[in-house]
C-alpha cells in the first residue's frame, strides 16, 4: 500500500458507504467499527461475484430470532483503491430480510468492519465526504493528530474499538464503557440489562430501531441530561434503549453497556489507530446540531425504481412567441422522455403517532409529500422533513388498495 489512500464515500443517515472490489466485481459496502467480520448479503444489482472455498455456519447477533444460516468464503481479492487483501474471509448472509438496501435508498451489497482498521490509521472525514488510510510510517498526520486533534484511549477487543464516556443523569455521572460504532447511525445506545445505574427516562417512546442479524430491532427512546464524547459535552442527547430480546444473541465483552453511534461520531473528524489503542476528534461544522428525531412516526423505505413520462420544452424553443397548446410550432418543441424514478412506501407506523392518528398505515405508497411528487425526493430528504420541527404541517398524499388518500398532520416533539 502508498503512504497514505484516499477514498470517497456516500454518507446516508450518517452512515459510511464505500466502493469495494470484491474478486474483480465493484461493489457497495458499508464501512462499520461494530463488526468484525466482512459480510455479503445482497447481490441485487449484480449478476454474480465469484466466491472462493466456501462452508457453511451460523451467524448471531442483535435482533430478537436465533442465529442464522450463512457460509464463510476465504482467500478472496478485496480492494478499496489502493488498499488490497489477497486474503480476504467473507461471510454469506443469503436471508434478505437482513438487506437493508431499502432503507437507504442505493444498493448496498455488504460490510466491511475490523479488518479495514487493524493495521492502520484510518481518518474519517465527514465533511469533505473522504476516509483517508495511513502508513504508520506517515510523519505528516503524526505531526497533524498532535497540534489540530484530541487524544482519548481505546481498548481494542474482539478487534473493535471501545470508548469509556461520561454519562449524567439527574442523579450522577456514570463512566461507561461502549463500543465505537459506526454502523449505527443513532447517537448512543444502551442497555439497561448490563447496568443498574442509568435508568429509563419517563418521558420515552417505543421505536423500531432496526435490522440486525437475527431480526428486526426495537427499542424505547429518551434523552439523558448529558454525554460526552471528543472531549466535549453533549446536552440532552438521544439515547436509545434496544429491548433485552433484541440483544439476548450479542457477545458482550466485559463491562460494556452500550454503544455510541454516528450521530455523534459524524460531528467531529475521527482517526483510528488501533495499533496504538488511541482515537483522536476534531470538531466539525455540524458539532453543536441538535439531536432532532422522526416526530412522524413513521419509517419511510425505498420500495425499488418505475419509469416516469416527463415532458419539457426543448432547448432550441427557448426565447421563441408563446402560442396556444395547438399550435404546431409549440407541439414541435415539446419532447417526452422517460426517466427511472424512486418508489417511496411506509415500512412502518409507530403506534400512538401523529401519523397513525391521522390513519396512514405500513405499506402504503407515498404519492406526493407537502404537494410535491414523491419521486422528487431521496430518501434522506424525507427522513430530514420527518425530524425537521415541531410544529411543521406534512401532507401526505398515499396509494393504498389502488385507491389514493390524503393525510395531514403536524411533527410534534413528544422527548
Known sequence: MKNKVVIPFKLINNLIFIPVIVNGEELTFLLDTGVEQT??????DKDEVKLFEVEKLKLKGLGSKDAIDSYKSSKNKVE????????????IVLDQEFNFSSQVGIPVNGIIGSHFFKNHIVEINYDRR????????????KSRLQKNFAKDSISIE????????????????????????TGNSDAVWIFLNKT???????????????????????????????????????????????????????NFVPNRIGSVGSEIISRFTVVFDYSNN????????????????????????????????????????QGIKV???????????????????????????????????????????????????????????????LKSEEGKTIEMEVERDNKTYKFKFQLKKII
Open 130 to 141: 473522504k476516509i483517508i488510510v495511513y502508513n504508520h510510517e506517515h510523519k505528516k498526520i
Open 158 to 181: 474482539d478487534k473493535k474499538p471501545y470508548y469509556v464516556s461520561n454519562i449524567k443523569t439527574e442523579e450522577q455521572t456514570i463512566p461507561s464503557k461502549l463500543l465505537v460504532d
Open 80 to 91: 478499496i483503491k489502493d488498499f488490497i487483501d489477497y486474503n480476504h474471509e467473507i461471510y
Open 278 to 317: 488511541a482515537m483522536y476528534t476534531s470538531p466539525n461544522k455540524k458539532i453543536d446540531d441538535p439531536f432532532h428525531f422522526n416526530m412522524s412516526g413513521i419509517e419511510v423505505e425505498h420500495a425499488g425504481l418505475e419509469w416516469v413520462k416527463e415532458s419539457y420544452l426543448d432547448k432550441q424553443s
Open 323 to 385: 402560442y396556444t397548446s395547438s399550435d404546431e410550432r409549440l407541439q414541435s418543441n415539446l419532447k417526452i422522455h422517460f426517466e427511472l424514478k424512486p418508489i417511496f412506501k411506509i415500512a412502518s407506523v409507530r403506534p400512538n403517532s401523529e401519523a397513525e392518528k391521522a390513519g396512514l398505515k405500513a405499506g402504503d405508497r407515498i404519492i406526493k409529500i407537502n404537494r410535491q411528487i414523491a419521486h422528487g425526493y431521496t430518501i434522506e430528504m424525507i427522513n430530514e422533513l
Open 196 to 250: 443498574d445505574k442509568i435508568k429509563l427516562p419517563d418521558m420515552n417512546i417505543l421505536d423500531y430501531l432496526g435490522r440486525g442479524f437475527s431480526g428486526n430491532v426495537y427499542g424505547k427512546r429518551g434523552r439523558l441530561n448529558s454525554f460526552e464524547f471528543g472531549k466535549k459535552t453533549f446536552s440532552f442527547p438521544l439515547i436509545t434503549f434496544p429491548d433485552s430480546t433484541s440483544v439476548k444473541s450479542v
Open 39 to 44: 459480510i455479503l448479503f445482497s447481490l441485487d
